[in-house]
């Protein structure tokens, strides 16, 4: 199971123009209402393909109500964490060419103890999870090492954990260890200070994460493709999209993609949770919706109904919580604590390791797929010195063919995005996986403005 948080979640609105011109009136085509939020759509565009995925959301206001309601629709799984401020709400205008400008709101800021719930949420789910995706922007006041921590609380747990982040949040979670950052090319540039203009740059650029503790990058690169930078080497793809419509969600889709290749591919390890599933509560074992409240209220809401009709009183506790039920423990509580069966423990020393991440043009050790000299004998970063990401400390992509399945997947499922309305994600007769191309990773090549 794939377990996305998604801290800043959103309705997403999508208005299709002719043109956009500053100043005047503009009559407005097609117009959709999609959930949003970066680890919401990689949970989204998961279900649409069949792989098991399950979405912690915080939710609030008449916003949030509705969110939760298109999400239902769609049947996704989720944990759903009420907060007192209201789901913020993004517009996006959609050209004919495919040009996309986003407007989004900065999110409600979440209290401490609003923060200490989802973290618990998180905790609680991950139970049954593979892989972890922490991804979006973070609400205003929440710390930026947020996802950096929960990378850490993970480390005992033998969960891989994926990151979808930009700037300060990026770089506390890389110092975590992650087994996967994704990263597009402007996230990119911005964290190492340098251009990114040819695909050398955009290598130089995902080894220096790698340096900084990352196990691995898959960098979104525009219509110029993906890279991606392991220990074994680098590959490197493009994918043909032949209508563009709206960009909102390709790289969400992106990255559920290269998940769900790992997931669906045993040569990827997979870790063996701590807990067992025969000793999940019933609540974790089954799908559906389920509310995040203190393990002290016996009588969490089992439907939407118990959310409430729009406009109703601002409490927002689910139905039979308690006056000021909050879960033990707090965020900024979350070091090396707890007994070896518990979850929320590590192993309490995390050796960032090095890397000197220079970028050796034209050295097979490389692994240049489109030569076939894929690195051989080289170890993958398995060892427990790597972090939360490592999962027990075995090697995540070891597989050559692997790496390659996976950077197609995420190639064809992000291509398919680009061409569907809004931020509506791909279903397999959206994808189109021979249109995908795997090409020589020569660092002169140009990425284009």
């Known amino acids: 199971m794939i ?30 209402l999609d959930p949003g939020g970066k680890g919401v759509n990689v949970s989204r565009a998961l279900l649409a393909n069949g792989v098991v995925s399950c979405a912690v959301v915080p939710f609030g206001g008449d916003e949030g109500r509705r969110l939760v309601h298109l999400l239902a629709d769609e049947g996704l799984e989720m944990v759903m964490v009420p907060v007192r401020g209201a789901t913020r709400s993004n517009v996006a205008l959609a050209e004919p060419d495919g040009t996309v400008t986003k407007i989004n709101e900065p999110g409600t800021a979440l209290s401490a103890d609003e923060l200490d719930t989802v973290a618990e949420a998180v905790l609680s789910a991950a139970h049954s999870a593979d892989w972890v995706v922490a991804s979006g922007s973070l609400p205003p006041s929440v710390p930026h090492d947020v996802y950096a921590v929960l990378c850490r609380r993970f480390a005992g ?9 930009s700037g300060p949040a990026l770089m506390a979670a890389v110092a975590a260890g ?15 200070g340098r251009r990114i203009t040819c695909l050398g740059d955009a290598v130089e650029a995902a080894e220096k994460l790698r340096a900084a503790g990352a196990r691995s990058v898959l960098a ?9 930078v392991t220990e074994q080497g680098v590959w490197y793809g493009r994918c043909r ?4 419509r709206s960009t909102v969600g390709a790289g969400d889709a992106m990255l559920a993609g290269f998940l769900s290749a790992l997931s669906r591919h045993p040569t990827t390890t997979t870790p063996t949770p701590t807990t067992s599933p025969e000793n999940r509560s019933p609540e974790d074992r089954s799908p559906g919706l389920r509310p995040a409240v203190s393990p002290s209220d016996p009588r969490p809401a089992s439907s939407l109904s118990d ?3 729009a406009g109703s009183p601002s409490d927002p506790r689910p139905a039979g919580s308690p006056p000021d039920s909050r879960p033990a423990g707090s965020l900024s509580d979350l070091g090396p604590a707890g007994s070896p069966s518990d979850l929320r423990s590590w192993n309490g020393s995390v050796d960032l390791g090095t890397s000197d991440g220079a970028l050796r043009p034209g050295n ?7 030569q076939g000299d894929a690195a051989s004998g080289a170890e993958a970063r398995g060892d427990t010195a790597r972090g939360a990401g490592g999962g027990r400390g075995e090697g995540l992509l070891v597989d050559p063919v692997v790496c390659e399945r996976a950077l197609r997947e995420a190639l064809a499922w992000a291509a398919a995005a680009v061409e569907l309305p809004g931020s509506r994600m791909p279903s397999p007769s959206d994808i189109r996986r021979d249109r995908v191309r ?4 020569d660092p002169s090549t140009p990425l284009g403005e």
């Open 220 to 228: 979104s690169l525009g219509a110029a493709g993906a890279v991606l």
């Open 157 to 165: 747990a033998g969960i891989h954990v994926a990151v979808d982040t």
């Open 364 to 370: 097979p050790a490389r692994g240049n797929p489109a």
């Open 241 to 244: 999209v032949d209508e563009p």
């Open 307 to 309: 959310l409430g009709p």
């Open 438 to 441: 795997l090409l020589p990773a």
């Open 3 to 32: 377990l996305t948080l998604t801290l800043n979640p959103s309705l997403d609105r999508t208005i299709e123009v002719g043109e956009l011109a500053r100043g005047a009136v503009i009559r407005a085509g097609a117009a959709r």
């Open 178 to 192: 992650p087994a996967l950052v994704k990263p597009n090319r402007d996230e990119l540039a911005d964290v190492t």
